[in-house]
Structure formats: structure tokens, C-alpha cells
């Protein structure tokens, strides 16, 4: 079966190249606005024919559109103007965000509709290609379209997972609290660390380990067994401290917000978990003085 890619950034070019070295496709079509990434997806797949134009594209089962999610939708409505997908082909994105609604002018015109997203970071295609094994893989859309889109996810050794109608931005978002905002904890972990005085390779090399080892104990055990620290003892006076030294608005906004968040996952009495919500209740005024008083240390 022939696959059209559309948008060949390095999600799509990833895509394709595995889906053909798997065997389960040919490449056809392999488009990008500029010619020259068009030619390079080309050369990183192996196979293909660059083009930069929805006009005079093969007849093919499969459709990707990888392009940005703002584009998606218009990508959509040109391809059903130009008569590309035929009945039964299938057609899918790689969005993370977004459903199969998106696709909606070419579903209208018989097309087999759906979303595949891999929850991968897809930084580096060559790493990328490497790690897709053991990757979980979004699946939904139209009824037919899900059990095609599992076997591509299985055919490259992926686990696909099927979610709720209407569910696909909730998991969008879970995905970015698990992997972008670990980029975050890490930066934040970081500036306190080099307020305590270490040099950013010492604090690299303190707090990276342990970011690893607790989030193999939360895989391991379960949250409620992995946690540990001054808010799972109740230790309020610990807290306090902290939030003493703590001289920057955002951080000192993070570290209460996530205090709170964390205190559920407790086994303290009420009265504890009473305490320490109220020691680290959000107090806008107090951050914003904190903030001032950080830029301007002479007022």
C-alpha cells in the first residue's frame, strides 16, 4: 500500500521511514512547502517523491498529514477541493491535541478518518526511529479507522490505546504535565540549587539522578508509596524554611502550587493537611513583594 505524507518535519519523516522499513507501506508523495526539506525527507526516508503541492499527487490507501496543527484543518479542506483521498483510503494525523473532526471535509467525501499520536518526543528523527518500540500510541476516530491505526502502531512495536470521544485534548495535556513541565521542575530544581551555591554541573549531577530514581519509584510503586520529603511527614517547619529563601515570584508560585497539589497523596491526619494547606496557601500580594523586591533590592 502507497502512503502520502504530508508534512514531512521530523515527526513525519520519522513516521514514514519506519512504516517502510517495517514493510508496511511504499511512499509515495512526500510533501513540503519548501523543496529543498521535501528532498531532504526524501533522502532521510530512503523513498519518495518531493513535492510542494497538493496537484498531481499519487493515488494511495494511506494519508498522513504531519504538518503543524494550525494547518491541519486547511490541509483538510484542500485535499477534499482537489479530490485526493478516495472512499475507504485512510487518512489520519499525528496531532496530539486534536481529533479526527479536523478532517471533517474529506470523512464527508467517504475517506476513513482518525488521529495516531505517539507519545514520543520526536527531537532527533534518528533517535526517534529508535526508541518507537515500546511507544504508547493514541488512537481515535472513526470506528473503521481505529483497528488500521493499531496496526500500524503494532506493526512498529508500539502500544496503542484507544480514548473517550472528546477525550483527546485532556490527554493531550496529561502528556504535557509528564513531559514538558518535568523540563520545568528540572530548571526550577536547578535555580535553587545554584542559590544554595553549586555551580550548574554540580546541580545537574545532584538532581538528576534523583529525578530519575523517584520517577522509576512512581512507576514502581505507585505515587502515594513514592513520596516522601517534608510534606508527606507533615513537616510544616521545613516548608516555612523553604518558602523563606525562596526569592523569586514564579517559583515561589510553583512550589506552593504543587505543595498543595501534593498533599492528597498523603496519609497525614486532617488537622496536618489543614496546616500545611494554609502555610502554603497562595498569597498573590505577598509573591508580587517578594518579586519587587528581587528587581529593585534598594527600594
Known amino acids: 500500500m502507497l502512503l502520502n505524507l504530508i508534512g514531512a518535519g521530523r515527526l513525519g519523516r520519522t513516521l514514514a521511514r519506519a512504516w517502510r522499513d517495517a514493510g508496511c507501506c511504499e511512499i509515495g508523495a512526500v510533501l513540503c512547502r519548501d523543496a529543498a526539506h521535501a528532498r531532504a525527507a526524501v533522502g532521510f526516508i530512503g523513498a519518495g517523491q518531493p513535492m510542494t503541492g497538493l496537484t498531481g499527487l499519487p493515488t494511495a490507501g494511506l494519508w498522513l498529514i504531519a504538518t503543524p496543527d494550525n494547518a491541519i484543518a486547511q490541509v483538510a479542506g484542500a485535499l477534499a477541493q482537489a479530490g485526493g483521498p478516495c472512499a475507504a483510503?485512510?487518512?489520519?494525523?499525528?496531532?496530539?491535541?486534536?481529533?479526527?473532526?479536523?478532517?471533517?471535509?474529506?470523512?464527508?467525501?467517504?475517506?476513513?478518518?482518525?488521529?495516531?499520536?505517539?507519545?514520543?518526543?520526536?527531537?532527533?528523527?534518528?533517535?526517534?526511529?529508535?526508541?518507537?518500540p515500546g511507544t504508547a500510541w493514541a488512537v481515535e476516530g472513526d470506528p473503521a479507522a481505529l483497528p488500521r491505526l493499531e496496526a500500524l502502531a503494532l506493526a512498529l512495536g508500539g502500544l496503542p490505546f484507544r480514548l473517550a470521544p472528546g477525550g483527546k485534548a485532556a490527554y493531550h495535556?496529561?502528556?504535557?504535565?509528564?513531559?514538558?513541565?518535568?523540563?520545568?521542575?528540572n530548571v526550577l530544581a536547578q535555580q535553587l540549587a545554584v542559590q544554595a551555591g553549586l555551580d550548574a554541573g554540580t546541580a545537574a549531577a545532584v538532581l538528576g539522578p534523583l529525578m530519575r530514581r523517584t520517577l522509576d519509584n512512581v512507576l514502581a510503586l505507585g505515587p502515594a508509596a513514592a513520596l516522601t520529603g517534608p510534606?508527606?511527614?507533615?513537616?510544616?517547619?521545613?516548608?516555612?524554611?523553604?518558602?523563606?529563601?525562596?526569592?523569586?515570584?514564579?517559583?515561589?508560585?510553583?512550589?506552593?502550587?504543587?505543595g498543595l497539589a501534593t498533599l492528597p497523596l498523603t496519609a497525614l491526619p486532617a488537622e496536618s493537611r489543614e496546616?500545611?494547606?494554609?502555610?502554603?496557601?497562595?498569597?498573590?500580594?505577598?509573591?508580587?513583594?517578594?518579586?519587587?523586591r528581587r528587581e529593585h533590592p534598594q527600594a
Open 173 to 185: 495535556a496529561a502528556t504535557v504535565v509528564a513531559s514538558n513541565y518535568l523540563v520545568t521542575l
Open 89 to 132: 483510503d485512510l487518512v489520519f494525523h499525528a496531532s496530539g491535541v486534536l481529533d479526527a473532526g479536523v478532517l471533517a471535509p474529506l470523512a464527508r467525501q467517504g475517506a476513513t478518518c482518525g488521529s495516531l499520536h505517539p507519545a514520543l518526543s520526536f527531537a532527533e528523527p534518528q533517535r526517534a526511529l529508535g526508541d518507537l
Open 231 to 258: 510534606i508527606a511527614r507533615g513537616d510544616g517547619a521545613t516548608v516555612a524554611r523553604h518558602l523563606a529563601v525562596i526569592d523569586d515570584m514564579r517559583l515561589d508560585a510553583a512550589y506552593r502550587t504543587l
Open 275 to 292: 496546616a500545611l494547606a494554609g502555610l502554603l496557601k497562595l498569597n498573590t500580594e505577598a509573591t508580587e513583594n517578594t518579586e519587587a
